[in-house]
T-cell receptor, first 117, second 109 residues
């Protein structure tokens, strides 16, 4: 199937390490979203790309978080100097239209579970 | 106060009953509303969306929206054990969706 894929599915990092999480959206999808989901909570918005442009990064919790989508397809979320509070599931979602479209169904990838020791 | 509020549950209903899930939101300018189902350890999957006041039906699922009351609900008729999951309400604003923390539903055989 040609759904959203994410890698790695699981990542264990020691506190202070840098990590990079990859998202492959559905081909042709304009919008790409990153969310952080802590246990027992809903997904929290991190950042949004429309094609290669990062239009909203208001949800990134600190300057240790950085995301890019240089060619408008694959995206990478990088976390520098990881902390224990960064432990969560990181979800990527893509949608066909730009986010200003009200009917913009988001298709989620399986997520990357990050554990920081 | 969170922008999107849901009762965390757990909500337990017997098989065959109607499950009613509720969501309120704070941004009166919100335009579209989504219900996602999330099984434990899995990613959210869309059940349905609604953007006009009133009811929208899709099989066993009915979404209800009341913008004046800033309230959206999901009814699941003839609940099945396979419906046991966490149901997330999401509200679309400009460039992002805001999710509630979800309601956990258990359907008992």
């Amino acid at each position: 199937g040609a759904g959203v894929s994410q890698s790695p599915r699981y990542k264990v990092a020691k506190r202070g390490q840098d990590v990079a999480l990859r998202c492959d959206p559905i081909s042709g999808h304009v919008s790409l979203f990153w969310y952080q989901q802590a246990l027992g909570q809903g997904p929290e918005f991190l950042t949004y790309f429309q094609n290669e442009a990062q239009l909203d990064k208001s949800g990134l919790p600190s300057d240790r978080f950085f995301a890019e989508r240089p060619e408008g397809s694959v995206s990478t979320l990088k976390i520098q100097r990881t902390q224990q509070e960064d432990s969560a599931v990181y979800l990527c979602a893509s949608s066909l239209y730009g986010a200003s479209n009200n009917y913009n169904e988001q298709f989620f990838g399986p997520g990357t579970r990050l554990t920081v020791l | 106060q969170k922008e999107v509020e849901q009762n965390s549950g757990p909500l337990s209903v017997p098989e065959g009953a109607i499950a009613s899930l509720n969501c309120t939101y704070s941004d009166r300018g919100s335009q579209s509303f989504f219900w996602y189902r999330q099984y434990s350890g899995k990613s959210p999957e869309l059940i349905m969306f609604i953007y006009s006041n009133g009811d929208k039906e899709d099989g066993r699922f009915t979404a209800q929206l009341n913008k004046a009351s800033q309230y959206v609900s999901l009814l699941i008729r003839d609940s099945q054990p396979s419906d046991s999951a966490t149901y997330l309400c999401a509200v679309n604003g400009w460039e992002k969706s805001t999710f509630g923390d979800g309601t956990t539903l258990t359907v008992k055989p």
